[in-house]
């Protein structure tokens, strides 16, 4: 990938990089942190698994010129909200929220940005919460403030968000009508699978707690 560098002691593409690497690291090991605290003190995981990874340069030039900006570094770091981006993947849509508070929660943690795709779900389906949020990489002469995505979904939602990935991909313009009708149908059947999960969880715990078992 090419990219102008504007100005005097501008970073280059690797170090960037470099710094957005470490923000995911820390916030997966955040998460990991606060995901065994939680099953210290409740007895229970509500994540049940990460997945991180770094915008290719293609990716983030086709983006930048997409929506109008010369392709530069600075711009890069600028007007790229999801360079950088982690998933997380629970059980249960109750988790999602108990998840987005705990980062919410952490003190050097910023949240910028955030939409709520479970309360308002993308015309095709899409189901999922994002926040944009910064966290603090701590360099050997300064701090820089890093911006991550993070997206937190059911494993339910998970696998519908795959296909549909796989379906954009094969059908860049326009999905056809007939394959985009089914995908919404299958949106409707994971909404309703964690519906039906979550109410099942829940009456286990409930007799787990009168029969002592918790």
Known sequence: MEMKVEGEGVDSYEEIMLIYRAALQQIGTKLEILNEEFQHVHKYNPIEHIKSRLKTPESISKKLRRHGYEVTLQNM?????????????????????????????????????????????KPSGY????????????????????????????????????????????FPGEVPEGIAK?????????SEL?????????????????????
């Open 77 to 121: 770091v600028r007007y790229c909200n999801d360079i950088a981006g982690i998933r997380v993947i629970c059980d249960f849509t109750s988790d999602i929220y108990k998840i987005a508070d705990m980062i919410s929660n952490q003190s050097d943690i910023r949240v910028l940005a955030i939409k709520d795709y479970l309360q308002n779900p």
């Open 182 to 190: 089914e995908l919404r149908e299958c949106a409707d059947m994971v």
């Open 127 to 170: 189901k999922s919460y994002h926040m944009i949020v910064t966290v603090p990489v701590y360099l050997s002469d300064r701090i820089v403030d890093t911006k991550v995505e993070i997206q937190i979904r059911t494993i339910a939602m998970d696998f519908w968000a795959s296909l549909e990935h796989k379906i954009q991909y094969k």
């Open 194 to 214: 964690d519906e039906k999960m979550l109410t099942l969880n829940n009456e286990i715990q409930e007799i787990s707690e009168e029969e002592g078992f918790l």
